[in-house]
């Protein structure tokens, strides 16, 4: 298994990067602040990092859209 993040989900709210991968898979690709102050993250999780814990899809509270999928590498 693989551990994704579907980006037509994702809403760049960057809550997955604080929330305490054990292996800091997810990172954090570009960064952007919107003209109102929004942050914007464009993440993605790093195959290389990942043990495939499954935490981050097992915990409801982990991404607010449900956007972490798993499927095959
Ligand atoms: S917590 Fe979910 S919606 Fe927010 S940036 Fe991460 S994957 Fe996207
Ligand atoms: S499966 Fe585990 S190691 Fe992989 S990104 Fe999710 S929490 Fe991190």
């Known amino acids: 298994m693989a551990y ?5 989900k994702c809403l760049k709210c960057g809550l997955c990067v604080t929330q305490g991968c054990p292996e800091n898979a997810f990172v954090v690709d570009k ?3 919107e003209s109102d102050g929004l942050k914007l993250y464009t993440v993605r999780i790093d195959e290389n ?4 814990c499954d935490t981050c899809f ?5 991404c607010p859209a449900k956007a972490i999928v798993k499927g095959k590498k």
């Open 31 to 33: 960064k952007v602040t």
């Open 58 to 62: 097992s915990f409801e509270w982990w």
């Open 49 to 52: 990092k990942c043990t495939e």
């Open 4 to 8: 994704k993040i579907n980006t037509k």
